[in-house]
């Protein structure tokens, strides 16, 4: 498993990227850490992480549950930056 931490400018880096890709080529998972927005969401998918985490639930649940989901579900209708279903 590749673990993508740091600051947030480092894990939307295309250095982050390039390693990610470079995991997944690998067979390995890509977890990052700290995804608390869409924007955080899509570059997720497009870097090809197989999972993520955050706090956006824990501030908010009854108002944020919503929106993750209504995210969650734009990633799986919506084609990514590179045109496939990561």
């Given amino acids: 498993m590749l673990f993508l931490a740091g600051s947030n400018k480092w894990k939307t880096s295309p250095t982050a ?6 995991a997944r080529e690998r067979g390995l998972t890509v977890h990052t850490g700290r995804v608390n927005s869409r924007r955080r969401l899509r570059i997720a998918q497009a870097f090809g992480c197989t ?14 549950l ?6 969650m579900n734009e990633l799986h209708t919506t ?3 590179f045109g496939d279903d990561a």
């Fill in 17 to 22: 990227h390039r390693l990610a890709v470079e």
């Fill in 79 to 81: 084609p990514t930056l």
């Fill in 51 to 64: 999972s993520a985490d955050g706090t956006y639930l824990a501030f908010g649940p009854d108002t944020n």
């Fill in 66 to 71: 919503p929106r993750l989901l209504a995210w």
